[in-house]
């Protein structure tokens, strides 16, 4: 397989553009028999018709979402459209979206897959996912994922929340499917044939973790409602994170949860607290898991990027690495959004990549027998090497 990276800054002309991302590509000399296109961008390509038009101009299906900020090899910005193709002989994609997750999350993800797999000669090694922000309607990233396992019967997905980059409302978040925009499906990639898909998971060192574990002793899924016998409030306040009413300055800590079953912990948000004194989180909070609280800062997120990378690159031949940080990341960076893509572009060096930011992160962790399952992240680093 091959990876070939294209991008542009063209928000006015779509002509221009297209020719710039196919130029970039030449494809007559570089497309392999097999090909399919992974887009991102700031909405404004969306608004602006260049979206449409880029995905028009090619011989192949394209997905993808828009985000706060994306990066390739040669260009990092929040104004930017970046393109990844990915060409094979020995390799197959498929491509499908959804029709709207609320009127029946189910029936049209599993509608979704049956098409995108009855053009594949044998099963899919991969999914990329695309999640859309909307869904809502009590459906979260992790619903949906799951729902996509259950129709991939356990596929390793590896994906990403669509997000944009006003941050206050997410209102512009779109995924895309071949030059269309969607507020409320889901998009994704399937890849079979000579694909072994590498992953790594990174939410915060070691170092900026508490030493203390409390004990998740009674949830409902993403709902956390109890920790060491006390609500979740109740435990948060002894602890002293909340002081009051200050609750705002929650939505910015990790808290990382090892499910104690010998995979990888998982770091999650909390959102909010209801009037019982439980809390809203942003993906599974397991009874009987280990709760511990993180913390992120600048020195901890580049070494953390570097850290994923160095043992991603070191797991074998890589033809390209996609990657999808989380947002909450290049918030924590401020005054030098892009030291993060920095510290990516000095890693990896001349091996193609593709970097988009995450509202909600999909990547599998390891089980002890080395195989994959599925999971959920909040503020985390996934990388996947192909």
Same mark, same amino acid.
């Given at each position: 397989?091959?990876?070939?990276?294209?991008?542009?800054?063209?928000?006015?002309?779509?002509?221009?553009?297209?020719?710039?991302?196919?130029?970039?590509?030449?494809?007559?000399?570089?497309?392999?028999?097999?090909?399919?296109?992974?887009?991102?961008?700031?909405?404004?390509? /969306?608004?602006?018709?260049?979206?449409?038009?880029?995905?028009?101009?090619?011989?192949?299906? /394209?997905?993808?979402?828009?985000?706060?900020?994306?990066?390739?090899?040669?260009?990092?910005?929040?104004?930017?459209?970046?393109?990844?193709?990915?060409?094979?002989?020995?390799?197959?994609?498929?491509?499908?979206?959804?029709?709207?997750? =609320?009127?029946?999350?189910?029936?049209?993800?599993?509608?979704?897959?049956?098409?995108?797999?009855?053009?594949?000669?044998?099963?899919?090694?991969?999914?990329?996912?695309?999640?859309?922000?909307?869904?809502?309607?009590?459906?979260?990233?992790?619903?949906?994922?799951?729902?996509?396992?259950?129709?991939?019967?356990?596929?390793?997905?590896?994906?990403?929340?669509?997000?944009?980059?006003?941050?206050?409302?997410?209102?512009?978040?779109?995924?895309?499917?071949?030059?269309?925009?969607?507020?409320?499906?889901?998009?994704?990639?399937?890849?079979?044939?000579?694909?072994?898909?590498?992953?790594?998971? $990174?939410?915060?060192?070691?170092?900026?973790?508490?030493?203390? =574990?409390?004990?998740? $002793?009674?949830?409902?899924?993403?709902?956390?409602?109890?920790?060491?016998?006390? $609500?979740?409030? @109740?435990?948060?306040?002894?602890?002293?994170?909340?002081?009051?009413?200050?609750? @705002?300055?929650?939505?910015?800590?990790?808290?990382?949860?090892?499910?104690?079953?010998?995979? =990888?912990?998982?770091?999650?948000?909390?959102?909010?607290?209801? @009037?019982?004194?439980?809390?809203?989180?942003?993906?599974?909070?397991?009874?009987?898991?280990?709760?511990?609280?993180?913390?992120?800062?600048?020195?901890?997120?580049?070494?953390?990027?570097?850290?994923?990378?160095?043992?991603?690159?070191?797991?074998?031949?890589?033809?390209?690495?996609?990657?999808?940080?989380?947002?909450?990341?290049?918030? /924590?960076?401020?005054?030098?959004?892009?030291?993060?893509?920095?510290?990516?572009?000095?890693?990896?060096?001349?091996?193609?990549?593709?970097? /988009?930011?995450?509202?909600?992160?999909?990547?599998?962790?390891?089980?002890?027998?080395?195989?994959?399952?599925?999971?959920?992240?909040?503020?985390?680093?996934?990388?996947?090497?192909?």
């Amino acid at each position: 397989m091959k990876m070939l990276n294209a991008w542009t800054m063209e928000l006015d002309e779509p002509g221009i553009a297209v020719s710039e991302i196919l130029d970039q590509l030449d494809l007559d000399t570089n497309a392999l028999g097999y090909s399919v296109g992974l887009i991102s961008c700031s909405y404004d390509y /969306v608004e602006s018709g260049i979206v449409k038009a880029v995905c028009d101009a090619l011989p192949f299906n /394209v997905a993808g979402c828009t985000t706060l900020t994306n990066a390739n090899n040669e260009e990092a910005d929040t104004m930017l459209l970046c393109l990844t193709v990915m060409t094979a002989d020995d390799c197959q994609f498929a491509a499908a979206v959804t029709g709207p997750l =609320q009127e029946d999350l189910e029936g049209m993800v599993q509608a979704a897959v049956r098409e995108a797999g009855s053009s594949l000669d044998e099963t899919a090694k991969l999914a990329l996912a695309f999640i859309p922000m909307f869904a809502m309607a009590g459906l979260g990233g992790e619903i949906i994922l799951d729902s996509l396992d259950r129709a991939l019967e356990d596929v390793p997905i590896f994906g990403t929340v669509a997000c944009d980059s006003d941050t206050a409302t997410y209102h512009n978040t779109y995924t895309i499917f071949n030059g269309e925009c969607f507020r409320d499906c889901l998009s994704f990639i399937l890849l079979a044939g000579n694909v072994n898909p590498r992953f790594v998971v $990174t939410s915060t060192s070691e170092h900026n973790l508490r030493k203390q =574990q409390a004990v998740i $002793t009674s949830s409902v899924g993403s709902l956390l409602k109890q920790v060491n016998d006390m $609500t979740a409030k @109740e435990y948060f306040e002894s602890i002293g994170l909340i002081a009051g009413k200050g609750v @705002e300055g929650m939505s910015s800590i990790p808290f990382v949860v090892d499910y104690n079953d010998g995979t =990888q912990p998982v770091a999650r948000a909390i959102y909010g607290f209801n @009037e019982d004194g439980s809390a809203v989180c942003g993906g599974v909070m397991p009874e009987g898991g280990s709760l511990s609280i993180g913390r992120m800062d600048v020195e901890d997120i580049l070494l953390t990027a570097e850290t994923s990378l160095l043992s991603l690159l070191a797991g074998g031949e890589t033809n390209g690495v996609i990657m999808f940080p989380c947002l909450g990341r290049n918030m /924590v960076l401020a005054m030098d959004p892009m030291a993060e893509t920095d510290v990516v572009k000095s890693c990896i060096g001349s091996i193609p990549w593709h970097l /988009v930011y995450s509202g909600g992160e999909c990547c599998p962790v390891y089980r002890k027998d080395a195989q994959p399952i599925n999971r959920f992240h909040n503020f985390t680093f996934i990388g996947c090497a192909l």
